[in-house]
T-cell receptor
Framework: TQLLEQSPQFLSIQEGENLTVYCNSS?????LQWYRQEPGEGPVLLVT?????EVKKLKRLTFQFGDARKDSSLHITAAQPGDTGLYLC????????FGQGTTLQVKP | EAQVTQNPRYLITVTGKKLTVTCSQN?????MSWYRQDPGLGLRQIYY???????DKGDVPEGYKVSRKEKRNFPLILESPSPNQTSLYFC???????????FGDGTRLSIL
């Protein structure tokens, strides 16, 4: 059974700090997706990483796919209150598997 | 506007009273899924469908039914709801396997 473990589960930081969220598995994934979810809404796709070692940037967010395609990380530089939300990683095919999520709170 | 629409958004009901949550997408996607989201457990797939009349179980299918008679609609049916099905439910659609999912805004079900 494929599993995705996210860490940390909760993160509360001050505006301007940097942070990294990890998504790990013992299984190989052909691709991993990162989503952000805000209260009262469904998750919204941020990025898909496909190639081992791939790095993608989305403004202050940097996503990396591990060389072995078993793990991924999300790094946020100079976090802002607008980054507050639930961050989810996901992988797999028809049976998409989600990590438990990381709840991020950025305080002004 | 490309969207996935779920109804109702909120529902409080009682044990054993059959209910249906509707889901419709306007993107002509072949793949649709239902998830439930519970604190500490993340999103877990209930059922998914790869095409009209083709459905398969996800990780937590017990107590749920689905149907896919038309490409755009994928209703979730709870024949005899129980309190352990109290949760936040999301419908999603996607172009293909492993492709990004487009989610609805969720349906919060409370079963007393």
């Amino acid at each position: 059974t494929q599993l995705l473990e996210q860490s940390p589960q909760f993160l509360s930081i001050q505006e301007g700090e940097n942070l990294t969220v990890y998504c790990n598995s013992s299984s190989v994934f052909s691709s991993l997706q990162w989503y952000r979810q805000e209260p009262g809404e469904g998750p919204v796709l941020l990025v898909t990483v496909v190639t081992g070692g791939e790095v993608k940037k989305l403004k202050r967010l940097t996503f990396q796919f591990g060389d072995a395609r078993k793990d991924s990380s999300l790094h946020i530089t100079a976090a802002q209150p607008g980054d507050t939300g639930l961050y989810l990683c996901a992988g797999g095919g028809g049976k998409l598997i989600f990590g438990q999520g990381t709840t991020l709170q950025v305080k002004p | 506007e490309a969207q996935v629409t779920q109804n109702p958004r909120y529902l409080i009901t009682v044990t054993g009273k059959k209910l249906t949550v509707t889901c419709s997408q306007n993107m002509n996607h072949e793949y649709m899924s239902w998830y439930r989201q519970d604190p500490g457990l993340g999103l877990r797939q209930i059922y998914y469908s790869m095409n009209v009349e083709v459905t398969d179980k996800g990780d937590v299918p017990e107590g749920y039914k689905v149907s896919r008679k038309e490409k755009r609609n994928f209703p979730l049916i709870l024949e005899s709801p129980s309190p352990n099905q109290t949760s936040l439910y999301f419908c999603a659609s996607t172009q293909g396997l492993g492709q990004p999912q487009h989610f609805g805004d969720g349906t919060r079900l409370s079963i007393l």
